[in-house]
């Protein structure tokens, strides 16, 4: 199994009350929260680091890019 850490939250009274009315895994259900903003922020990492390659790299040309492919065809 993998190893696990715990993680302590304060919740208002009220709100503690409201989650335990529902039958939900809660543990579970913060899990996929915090696992979908975590991929959430590095898929906006990711395209802000590929936006500043764009901003510093020279413009292509269409012809020069049909050259590559053709070159790549012919090996």
Known sequence: ????????????????????????????????CIQKKIDQQRRIAGSKMLDEIRKNSKPTSTEEI????REDRER
């Open 1 to 32: 199994m993998e190893h696990v850490e715990v993680v302590t939250i304060k919740v208002p009274t009220k709100l503690k009350k409201d989650m335990k009315q529902i039958d939900v895994n809660w543990s579970e259900y913060l899990r996929e």
């Open 66 to 69: 049909v050259a590559w492919i």
